[in-house]
Nanobody, 124 residues
């Protein structure tokens, strides 16, 4: 059974920072790209950031470039999302997901396992 467990969400004022973590169980992590998605109320789930297996390539949606950083520690089966200069429009439930292969993908259908999500709320 593959399990992804996110943590680190919370309530923060605009301009603040949060770091999300996602721990993957056992062999669920090795050799796969990982991604972070988010879903705001009434909106579709959208890609936020992705990282390939070797951490040599990262990719971000335009609205978070320069503010968010994705990283992974393969020894700890953990992927992180450092979020700085948060804005009210970043408010959403954030999900980590495992890609179906080693390379980054932005489409939801190219991810096969998902965490339960962690709420991020940014107040103005």
């Amino acid at each position: 059974q593959v399990q992804l467990v996110e943590s680190g969400g919370g309530v923060v004022q605009a301009g603040g920072s949060l770091r999300l973590s996602c721990v993957a169980s056992g062999r669920a992590f090795s050799g796969y790209a990982m991604g972070w998605f988010r879903q705001a109320p009434g909106k579709e789930r959208e890609f936020v950031a992705g990282i390939n297996w070797g951490s040599s390539i990262t990719y971000y949606r335009d609205s978070v470039k320069g503010r968010f950083t994705i990283a992974r520690d393969n020894a700890k089966n953990t992927v992180y999302l450092q979020m700085n200069n948060l804005k009210p429009e970043d408010t959403a439930v954030y999900y980590c997901a495992r890609g179906r292969g080693t390379g980054i993908a932005t489409m939801r259908r190219l991810y096969d396992y998902w965490g339960q999500g962690t709420q991020v709320t940014v107040s103005s």
